[in-house]
């Protein structure tokens, strides 16, 4: 079992209070009226899914119920580190 730390709990709590909710990091159209049907399904559905250390948008469900970013290898599932949304990670992902 996984203990995760959350930057707004400043605590490791068990795996099964966390949901991973995707890719960390994607900014959102500034315009969604204006984007195309391709644009705007891209921007909902097309994920990167890479092997290796990745940026994950969490959020602590059965906690404070916020959201933070976690560094991840997905091959290891060794966390690298976790941080609040805007900070910026100081591991850099692989392409």
Known sequence: ??????????????????????????PRPLDPDSCTDEEWGTYLFFRKNP?????????????????????RDTQTYEIKEVYKIGEKPSIVAES
Do not use: D, S
């Not at 996984?2 to 990091?25: K, V």
């Not at 092997?51 to 560094?71: D, Q, S, Y």
């Open 1 to 26: 079992m996984y203990h995760i730390y959350c930057p707004h709990c400043a605590e490791y709590r068990e795996e099964e209070e966390f949901h991973a909710a995707g890719q960390a990091h994607l």
């Open 51 to 71: 092997r290796g250390i990745h940026h994950e948008l969490w959020v602590h469900a059965a906690g404070c119920r916020k959201f933070f970013n976690m560094t």
